[in-house]
């Protein structure tokens, strides 16, 4: 299956490895660390000349609560571009873009590697998530898996647009 792809319900998958820049943070969805963020990684990544791909972010709170519980100003991510196979360093282009984009110097190259997991296509607003996540909590319960890493999710739509409609998210589960 590709990295890219997911089924309207929740099903396992396998994907292997992949390399991509990441940037660390916390912070509301849409606020001001997450934005500038986002702008130094598609910074970087215009540098490296490499194709746009879709935004991603992993998710995670240091809370007792669950996530929907906790404010989100207290949210922590990793936000991530997938970079295309054969980029080895993305160095100079971090220095290339830092002067016009300070945030870029928190920008990493990394590799993902989340093997066997639980994923679809959540359409509509990101509020109505948790009865996608329900579903596919269910599934895991039915397989006997449980998660095994952060929450992924990897955004098909614009992540700025508001339009239920057209909004497209993979959610995605690591699981063991």
Known sequence: MSWYEA?????????????????????????????????????????????????????WVEDERSPFDVPRDQWWWHLFLRLPDGIESVDQ???????????????????VAEGRCVQMLHRGAYADEPASLARMYALMKDEGVAPNGLHHEIYLSDPSETDPERMRTILRQPVR
């Open 7 to 59: 089924a309207e319900e929740p099903e396992l998958v396998e994907h292997g490895r992949v390399s991509g820049l990441a940037v660390t943070g916390r912070g509301e969805p849409g606020g001001a660390a997450y934005s500038e963020s986002v702008g130094a990684l598609y910074a970087v990544m215009g540098a490296l000349s490499a194709p746009m791909v879709p935004l991603e972010g992993f998710w």
């Open 93 to 111: 282009a971090r220095e290339d873009v830092r002067a016009k984009v300070p945030a870029a110097a928190r920008v990493q190259h990394v590799t």
